[in-house]
C-alpha cells in the first residue's frame, strides 16, 4: 500500500516538474525568438538611419539634387553592407523637395534586412539650412536692450549686447568681451547686464568665469560664438534678384522709388504698384543727429505703375518682388509667403532703402502668412508713421539698420508732433548691420508716462515679438545663416 502512494507521488512530482520543465523551455525558446527579432528590428532601424545619414553626406556635396544623382522621381535603393563587405539589408530613400523659396527637404528611409524581408523600419527626417529667421534679433553692431523688455526669441550679436529686461531664449555674442559705448568705453562681457546687481567687470579677481544670472538671461548666455556674416548677404541678394521674374524685377524709377500696398480680399493677396515723384519735407527739420541718408518722409505724389493698363498685381509664383530701388510697403496679406528685396547690382555708396510708414499686417499668425523685407540700405519707419504702428515681418538691413531716425521737435505738420510717437509693434524678426533703434533718449522733450518716461525721440513703448514659425517656416528664398543641412525633425514612422 505504502509502495502504491509512493509511486503516485513520484508519477504527481514527475508531471509537475515535466510541466514546469516545458514551461521553461517554451519560455526560453519565445525570448530567444523575442530578442532575435527585436534584434533584427534593431538592424532595420540602423540600416533606416543609415539612409538618412547617407543623404544628409548628400545633400553637403550636392545642395540641390533631390533625386539621388539621377534624374527620375523616387524611391532610390541602396545596398547595405556590414564591416566585411556582405550585403545584410538595404534601404530605400523618398525624397521631398523643398517648396518655392524654402530650404525643407523631407527624406524617408526604410531599412530592411536581406535574411528578413518582412521586417522593415522607417524613418522620416527633415532637414533644412538655417536661414537668418532663427533669430528675434541677429546685429552686427552693439546693441542695447532696456529694462522691461522682454524676448521669447534668440539674440545674437558680432558686437556687444547690454541686456537689462528679460531674455527667455539664448543671449549669444561672438565677443568675449566688449567697451560700452553708452557708459564711457567700459570694459564689460560681451554679454552684460546692469539689471539689479550689475554683472562685475570680466576677469576681475572675484570671479573667473561669467555668472548666470537667470533672473535676466533665463536660457543662459553665450560668448565666443561663431560670426554671423553680414556680407554674405550680398550674395542671397544677386541670387533673389535673379529670382525675380518679368514684372517682379522693378526697374529703377528715375525718380525717388516704389510704393507697394497688398491688400487682402477673398482669399487671395493682390498688391498695387506706385512711382513715388515726391516726399513730403517739413521746414525746419533738420538731421541734428548727422545720420547717414537721413530722411524717410511719407510720399506725397505718385502715379500708377505702369502708366498704361492695371496696377494691381497677383504675388509673383516663387514669392521674390525685387525692387531696383527704394520701396515704401504697407497693407494687409493673407494667406500669402513674400520676399521684397530693395537692391542694386553692383551696390551702389548709397543703397536703396525701405520705409514702413503705415500698418503691414498678417492675416493669420499661425505660419500661413510670412513677409520678408531685405534691403541693402536701411529699413526705416518715417516722420509721418502711425502714432500706433504695426509691423508683422521678418527684416534684414545688409548695410545699414532698422529703426527711426532722430527727428527734433520742429520734425512735425501744423497742430501735430509726429517727432514723438505712441505704440509699435512688430512681429517677426530683426537683423540689422548697424545699431538699431526706435526711439532716442538723452534729451528729455516728452515725458511718455508710467515706465516708458522721457524720450527725446521716436517711439514711447515698442512691442517686439519674435514670430516662432519663421523657425522652420522663413521668407521666401530669405538669406542663410548657414550653408550646410542641419536635421530640425527626426521621428520613426
Known sequence: MKKGIALVNVIVFAAVAITVLVGLVNWGAQTVGTIRTLTQREQADQIAEAGIEYYRWHLAHFPTDYTDGTTT?????????????????????????????????????????????T????????????????????????????SGTVVNGPIYSNDGIHFDGVALNT????????TDPDNGNALEWSVFTKSGTADPQPYSPAFSAIPQR??????????????????????DISTLQGLATSSYNIPASGAKGYEIVFSYSAGTTTYK????????SPNGC????????????????????????????????????????????????GHARITIVAGKLPQPA??????????????????????????????????????????????VAQNGRIGRFYYNTNCHSSGNSEWHRTTLTIYGMIATFIRYGFTWTGINNYNCGGTAGWIASGYCTRNI?????LLYGPPPSFPLSSSQYVPLLWQEL
Open 73 to 117: 522621381p523616387g524611391p532610390y535603393i541602396h545596398p547595405f553592407d556590414d564591416a566585411y563587405g556582405n550585403q545584410i539589408g538595404q534601404y530605400s530613400l523618398t525624397i521631398i523637395p523643398p517648396t518655392i523659396g524654402s530650404t525643407l527637404v523631407t527624406v524617408k528611409s526604410t531599412g530592411t534586412l536581406t535574411a528578413f524581408p
Open 119 to 146: 521586417i522593415q523600419r522607417t524613418i522620416q527626417a527633415t532637414l533644412g539650412k538655417p536661414s537668418f529667421a532663427k533669430y528675434a534679433f541677429a546685429a552686427n553692431d552693439f546693441m542695447r536692450f532696456g
Open 171 to 178: 543671449v549669444s555674442s561672438a565677443l568675449a568681451t566688449t
Open 214 to 235: 537667470t533672473d535676466v538671461f533665463v536660457a543662459g548666455r553665450q560668448i565666443s560664438q561663431p560670426n554671423i556674416s553680414f556680407s554674405g548677404i550680398t550674395a
Open 273 to 280: 504698384l506706385y512711382k513715388v515723384t515726391g516726399l513730403a
Open 286 to 333: 533738420t538731421n541734428d543727429a548727422n545720420e547717414a541718408n537721413w530722411g524717410a518722409w511719407s510720399t506725397t505724389t505718385e502715379t500708377a505703375y505702369p502708366n498704361s493698363g492695371s496696377n494691381t498685381f497677383h504675388l509673383p509664383a516663387n514669392g521674390v518682388i525685387f525692387v531696383n530701388d527704394n520701396v515704401w510697403v504697407s497693407g494687409t496679406v
Open 350 to 395: 548709397t543703397p536703396p532703402d525701405i520705409i514702413v510708414n503705415n500698418n503691414l499686417k498678417y492675416t493669420y499668425k499661425d505660419g500661413t502668412d510670412v513677409i520678408g523685407l531685405i534691403s541693402q540700405g536701411n529699413i526705416s519707419v518715417g516722420l509721418y508713421s502711425l502714432d500706433n504702428q504695426e509691423i508683422d515681418a521678418a527684416m
Open 465 to 469: 515679438t519674435y514670430d516662432p514659425n
